[in-house]
């Protein structure tokens, strides 16, 4: 069996991708010059994976980069929940953060993340995602570095997953 078998069609090809994770690397780079603190990376896992490694090796300036593990409980509804299973290892006060997804729907994970990093004393706290389903947003979300806008539509590949399939599709696919 391959592993695009149950891939209806490509939606953003790897030379797309790979584009854009350069641009957002330099606008990420130019940023975080010049910081006093080094600025730290947090990716969110597992989704995130292959976007933050394929990203941090285009950031040209000192980074340190972490990973954070959260559940949530009954999203799409209001007063969801997260769980932190893996939290950062780093200390994070005075620093400049950003928080790397791989994908915005409701918004509510990130909003709950960003709570909870909030109460850290950072020096800022920046969010940039691979991809955005602004037509999902149940909560304002500031998002200060974007890949691409999609429909709503359920995707996967380069990292995201169906039931933790397709994470290692090197392009994003819409199920059949
Ligand atoms: P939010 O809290 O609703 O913004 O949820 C965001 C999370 O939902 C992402 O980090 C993904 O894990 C998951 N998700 C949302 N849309 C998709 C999709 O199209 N494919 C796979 N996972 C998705
Ligand atoms: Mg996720």
């Known amino acids: 069996m391959k592993k695009d078998e149950h891939i209806a069609k490509t939606l953003i090809s790897e030379e797309e991708i790979s584009k854009k994770v350069k641009e957002l690397a330099s606008q990420i780079s130019n940023d975080l010059k010049d910081k006093e603190n080094i600025p ?3 990716g969110l896992l597992k989704g995130s ?3 933050i490694a394929d990203l941090a090796r ?3 300036v000192p980074v340190e980069i972490d990973f954070m593990i959260v559940s ?3 999203n799409n509804k209001i007063g969801s929940e997260i769980k932190i299973l893996k939290d950062v290892d ?3 006060t005075g620093r400049d953060v950003i928080i790397v997804e791989d994908i915005i729907d409701t918004g509510y994970t990130l909003e ?3 709570e ?3 109460t850290r004393n950072v020096a800022s706290l920046k969010i940039c995602t691979l991809l955005n389903k602004p037509s999902r947003r149940k909560v304002d979300i500031k998002i200060d570095y974007n890949g691409f806008d999609i429909e709503d539509e359920f995707v996967v590949g380069y990292g995201i997953d ?3 399939k397709y994470r290692n599709l090197p392009y994003i696919g819409v199920v059949k």
């Open 40 to 42: 730290c990376i947090i």
């Open 49 to 51: 994976f292959i976007f």
């Open 58 to 60: 285009y950031i040209d």
């Open 72 to 74: 949530s409980y009954g």
């Open 90 to 92: 780093i200390p994070l």
């Open 112 to 114: 709950k993340i960003c």
């Open 116 to 118: 909870v990093l909030q």
């Open 162 to 164: 169906y039931a933790q």
